[in-house]
């Protein structure tokens, strides 16, 4: 039996959300959930469709000691919602900077969760940043505004690569400054 450590990776706790690092078995909502081309689509880095070893690939990145991102599970369990509702992640840069992204399963779009995650990331700043940064493409304003209402500002237009789209697209980005 192997069981996974995360190293530095805290738990945060919102009000429905437990922010938990992923673990080996999230594989099998990982390939439904990700092997999503609604939830692909709208990432930059999700292939559609999934290829063969790319979740077990995810999850050992996101295991591994010497990551740049740590990624926590959206559980809802304690507020009985379920256990896997969406990712959201922390990309360090350099400068005590950070980029957040996130996704969340289709059936709970819309309910204010991606917004209740990004805040509870925000405030619990497990990377003691100064700046975040965000992207999103444009044609998701349901995240545009998930990062509008947890604070962070209009930076700029840009575009980047849509793996599941196969294209470049246009994105908004903003930044959000911290006391880090």
């Known amino acids: 039996m192997k069981i ?26 990982l390939e439904l959930f990700g092997g ?27 295991l591994a000691e010497d990551r740049t991102e740590d990624i926590w599970v959206m559980d809802g369990s304690p507020s009985g919602l379920g256990e896997f509702l969406g990712l959201i992640g922390l990309e360090q840069m350099d400068r005590k900077q950070s980029e957040v992204g996130y996704w969340v399963v289709p059936a709970f779009w819309n309910t204010g969760l991606a917004s209740e995650a990004v805040s509870g990331l925000v405030n619990a700043n497990p990377h003691n940043d100064t700046t975040m940064f965000a992207s999103v493409f444009q044609d998701n304003p349901a995240s545009a505004r998930v990062l ?17 789209r196969e294209t470049p697209v246009p994105t908004w980005t903003y930044l959000k400054r911290l006391d880090g």
Request: net charge negative; proline share 9%; hydrophobic share 40%.
């Open 36 to 62: 999503d081309k609604r939830v692909a689509e709208m990432t930059r880095n999700i292939p559609h469709p999934l290829p063969p070893g790319a979740i077990d690939t995810f999850i050992g990145s996101a």
């Open 148 to 164: 509008t209402n947890t604070g962070f500002e209009y930076l700029g237009d840009a575009e980047a690569f849509s793996v599941a």
């Open 4 to 29: 996974d450590t995360i190293v530095n990776q805290p738990v945060v706790e919102t009000e429905r959300l437990i922010l938990r690092p992923v673990r080996r078995a999230d594989a099998g909502n």
